[in-house]
């Protein structure tokens, strides 16, 4: 009984090492499937990316007038100095000159806005002159409401709208 059980169980083991065996070919070619289907994927991903980007040199060709050159063409249209300008906007000759001299120049979200005020900018015309910048007026901003209203107001005085930021705790136009 005991050989017949010795016997029996060998069968078994080597049942269990074929089934094993076939078990781990077809999960090896389930793998190798797998592989070859990502491989089509990213094949084709490469493909629509290319399409896509064949159109962005022409679409790169079509940006918009930037800050420094909007502003610009502000300024001459008021017909004001640039002095009488930056002055307005509480900012030193030197920083104007930087903005004046490099047309991918960056302001700062105050100094864009103190700029617009001392254009005396109406509200849509101050959201055009800071987002050729980056920047937008967001009503969940204390300092943008505060802002806001003062263009509403038109009340462009940038000594006076630093008050309220200052009574608010917020940033200061200029400086």
Not at 17 to 25: F, G, L, R
Not at 45 to 62: C, G, N, S, V, Y
Not at 72 to 79: A, V
Not at 132 to 156: H, M, V
């Amino acid at each position: 009984m005991k050989k017949l059980f010795v016997t029996l169980f060998a069968l078994l083991a080597v049942g269990f090492a074929s089934a094993q065996s076939e078990v781990i070919a077809k999960f090896n070619e389930g793998a190798k499937a797998v592989q070859a289907a990502q491989e089509q994927m990213e094949a084709i991903r490469t493909l629509e990316a290319a399409d896509m980007l064949k159109d962005l040199p022409d679409k790169l060709k079509q940006t918009d007038a930037g800050f420094s050159e909007t502003l610009l063409k502000l300024i001459d249209n008021s017909g004001k100095k640039d002095s009488e300008i930056y002055k307005k906007a509480n900012l030193s000759k030197q920083h104007f000159s930087k903005i004046r001299n490099n047309p991918d120049y960056k302001p700062t979200k105050q100094t864009a806005i103190a700029l617009a005020l001392a254009l005396e900018l109406d509200l849509e015309q101050t959201k055009d002159l800071i987002g050729r910048a980056g920047y937008a007026l967001s009503n969940s901003s204390k300092f943008d409401l505060i802002i806001r209203y003062f263009i509403e107001q038109k009340i462009y005085n940038v000594v006076d709208i630093n008050i309220a930021l200052y009574e608010f705790d917020q940033s200061l136009l200029g400086a």
